[in-house]
């Protein structure tokens, strides 16, 4: 069935260093999300790409959609404690009606 | 606030149980999607409605159940309930998810966290 995953599960980093998490699709996907949920919160939208090779950034964070369109990144330069959280990617398949399928999840912590 | 409602909050049930979870979807959203968060897990897709029309199954077991109803709010029924259907609940509603057509983001509800005791 479609997976997708996402790698590391769990990140520690001092503050002040970067982040980057990692999602990878078992099939091309048409496009992805990234959501952050913060610890007793819930998932909230970050940003969705959508064209092979794409990048795009919201202030210290970039985002990138594989040329393939299987896999995806997100990168968080110079971490802040407000960082802290579970970062999801969906992926949308188009041929199972263009359904989201959610990460696993990378979970990051930021020591002060 | 996403303004996806979602109720109760909590909820705490005995084994065998029935509840029902209801979620009000964002003003305007079409779609409505249901998932399951257990501990340290990540998000379970179970079902999509889409403008009160079945769109999408997931991981949803036979002892679940959903409609979305004219009003497009939507309803998640768990019976005979298990002490490892205890999670939170999410529903999440977005614009379009019909074909691709439409806003897809999806906004998420607090979460209705579900003990089976």
């Known amino acids: 069935g479609q997976q997708v995953m996402q790698i590391p599960q769990y990140q520690h980093v001092q503050e002040g260093e970067d982040f980057t998490t990692y999602c990878n699709s078992s099939?091309?996907?048409?496009?992805i999300q990234w959501y952050k949920q913060r610890p007793g919160g819930h998932p909230v939208f970050l940003i969705q790409?959508?064209?092979?090779?794409e990048v795009k950034k919201q202030k210290r964070l970039t985002f990138q959609f594989g040329e393939a369109k299987k896999n995806s990144s997100l990168h968080i330069t110079a971490t802040q404690t407000t960082d802290v959280g579970t970062y999801f990617c969906?992926?949308?398949?188009?041929?199972?009606?263009?359904?989201?399928?959610f990460g696993t999840g990378t979970s990051l912590t930021v020591i002060p | 606030d996403s303004g996806v409602t979602q109720t109760p909050k909590h909820l705490i049930t005995a084994t065998g149980q029935r509840v029902t979870l209801r979620c009000s979807p964002r003003?305007?959203?079409?779609?409505v999607y249901w998932y399951q968060q257990s501990l340290d897990q990540g998000l379970q897709f179970l079902i999509q409605?889409?403008?009160?029309?079945?769109?999408a199954k997931g991981n949803i077991l036979e002892r679940f159940s959903a409609q979305q109803f004219p009003d497009l709010h939507s309803e998640l029924n768990l019976s005979s309930l298990e002490l490892g259907d205890s999670a939170l609940y999410f529903c999440?509603?977005?614009?379009?998810?019909?074909?691709?057509?439409?806003?897809?983001?999806?906004?998420f509800g607090q979460g209705t966290r579900l003990t089976v005791v």
């Open positions: 790409l959508v064209k092979s090779g």
């Open positions: 003003s305007g959203d079409l779609s």
């Open positions: 099939t091309t996907l048409s496009n």
């Open positions: 969906a992926g949308r398949v188009r041929k199972t009606g263009n359904q989201f399928y």
């Open positions: 999440a509603s977005s614009e379009g998810g019909r074909q691709g057509k439409g806003n897809t983001e999806a906004f």
């Open positions: 409605y889409y403008n009160g029309e079945e769109r």
